[in-house]
Nanobody
Framework: QVQLVESGGGLVQPGGSLRLSCAASGSIFSVSDMGWYRQVPGKERELVALINSGGSIGYADSVKGRFTISRDNGKNTVYLQMNSLKPEDTAAYYC??????????????WGQGTLVTVGE
């Protein structure tokens, strides 16, 4: 019915940058909150950044000043610009969105995850 497709992960050296993208598609009426989470093996998934449809933004303390979340409402796409990357940013990154469908249901959708590895 709806899906989120992520792209942009990879291997980067400490201090480097990556940009993640996540596009929502399907039977979409509107998209509310969109966000990025990350997870490392053995730990719970944690919120990285969140942006609502009005543009209000929140960040985890660990990424403030280094990561920037943005969205293109016309494309139902959310981005995460990650700068000054550290080894501790290594994780699988997941996109999340609250989607109102054309059939008037609400879907809490997740992307498939994209791996970010920060190392030499």
């Amino acid at each position: 019915q709806v899906q989120l497709v992520e792209s942009g992960g990879g291997l980067v050296q400490p201090g480097g940058s990556l940009r993640l993208s996540c596009a929502a598609s399907g039977s979409i009426f509107s998209v509310s909150d969109m966000g990025w989470y990350r997870q490392v093996p053995g730990k719970e998934r944690e919120l990285v950044a969140l942006i609502n449809s009005g543009g209000s933004i929140g960040y985890a303390d660990s990424v403030k000043g280094r990561f920037t979340i943005s969205r293109d409402n016309g494309k139902n796409t959310v981005y995460l610009q990650m700068n000054s990357l550290k080894p501790e940013d290594t994780a699988a990154y997941y996109c999340n969105a609250k989607i109102y469908t054309v059939s008037r249901s609400i879907v809490n959708a997740w992307g498939q995850g994209t791996l970010v590895t920060v190392g030499e």
